[in-house]
């Protein structure tokens, strides 16, 4: 199985911080990753899909880059309605496995 | 207005069986390959299993290969998991979730996702 190492698992930051969240791939993945916000008690939102493309609805304040098989989704500027837990994917190949998460708190 | 609406969830006693169902609304059920992901309480997410649009081809976790089974019926726009042979591991919500734009399993993202079902497994 492909493994997803993600860091930091939390981090505390400050609303207009830039924020930066890392995901590794034990291989490659063409590009099939995807980060997820995810608030408690609610169902995951996507946020980027293959690795770098904005989904419809989503501020542009997200972003998400690659190189290699370290990915890496940006939070330009926080907002108080972004304190959550980030969650990175794998779609490249069976079965899809999920990073452990990153808590961004206040 | 998009919706997938899970259904089902419950206590259960170890070896017990539970069907979950999800019906889906507001978007075209056939375009969509349908999922089961899960999330046990405070922890992380573990995808489940994926169900393509027709319904020929289903693939399933190691965790669960064996006990559960996915099933969709496009005519009522509902997915479903049968488990059986549940254990106490198998406590977490789970999510209905819908995926389109794929290449065999190559997809970009889980799109729609509804709220989550609780099955707890417990004597």
């Known amino acids: 199985d492909i493994q997803l190492t993600q860091s930091p698992s939390s981090l505390s930051a400050s609303v207009g911080d830039r924020v930066t969240i890392t995901c590794r791939a034990s291989?490659?993945?063409?590009?099939?990753l995807a980060w997820y916000q995810q608030k408690p008690g609610k169902a995951p939102r996507l946020l980027i899909y293959t690795a770098s493309t904005l989904q419809s609805g989503v501020s542009s304040r997200f972003s998400g880059s690659e190189s290699g098989t370290d990915f890496t989704l940006t939070i330009s500027s926080l907002q108080p309605e972004d304190f959550a837990t980030y969650y990175c994917?794998?779609?490249?190949?069976?079965?899809?496995?999920f990073g452990h998460g990153t808590k961004v708190e206040i | 207005e998009v919706q997938l609406l899970e259904s089902g969830g419950g206590l259960v006693q170890p070896g017990g069986s539970l069907r979950l169902s999800c019906v889906a609304s507001g978007f075209t059920f056939t375009n969509y390959a349908m999922n089961w992901v899960r999330q046990a309480p405070g922890e992380g997410l573990e995808w489940v299993s994926i169900i393509t649009t027709s319904g020929g081809e289903t693939v399933y976790a190691d965790s669960v290969r064996g006990r559960f089974t996915i099933s969709r019926d496009n005519s009522k726009n509902t997915l479903y998991l049968q488990m059986n042979s549940l254990r106490g591991e198998d406590t977490a919500v789970y999510f209905c979730?819908?995926?389109?734009?794929?290449?065999?399993?190559?997809?970009?993202?889980?799109?729609?996702w509804g709220q989550g079902t609780l099955v707890t497994v417990s004597s």
């Open positions: 979730a819908a995926v389109n734009g794929c290449s065999g399993a190559h997809c970009p993202g889980v799109q729609k």
């Open positions: 291989q490659g993945l063409s590009s099939y």
């Open positions: 994917q794998q779609l490249n190949t069976y079965p899809w496995t």
